[in-house]
């Protein structure tokens, strides 16, 4: 479990308006940082054009290697930390220049 890493994750339980379901995440927290069993992790939800007025969606492409099946957006402002025992099958990883991007809109949700 790695950053950069896209797995499938359940987000169950949620409240509000949070993403639910069992869904893709990415991993973004640093490989080195806590003690504890946790991940720093952006959900991907399918891609909407709305989507495009928001900085913080972040356009993802599917590809073989990031193992998604259509075009998505990283909601950078639904980032959370969960338990690793959420995580629940390795999907692919994301491309450097995603994985910048996705810090851009880290940056944008959390006045960086």
Known sequence: MRRGEVWKVNLDPTLGAEIKKAGPCVIVSRDSLG???LKIVVPITE?????ARAPWHVDL???K???LTKRSSA??????SISETRLIE??????D????RIEEGLK?????
Request: charged share 25%.
């Open 90 to 95: 390795k999907l692919g990883i994301l491309g």
């Open 65 to 67: 290697s990031n193992g």
């Open 75 to 80: 909601d950078t402002f639904q980032v959370r």
């Open 108 to 112: 944008i949700s959390l006045d960086l």
């Open 47 to 51: 891609w909407k054009d709305a989507f």
């Open 35 to 37: 003690i504890l069993p």
């Open 97 to 100: 220049a995603e994985l910048q």
């Open 61 to 63: 492409k599917p590809s």
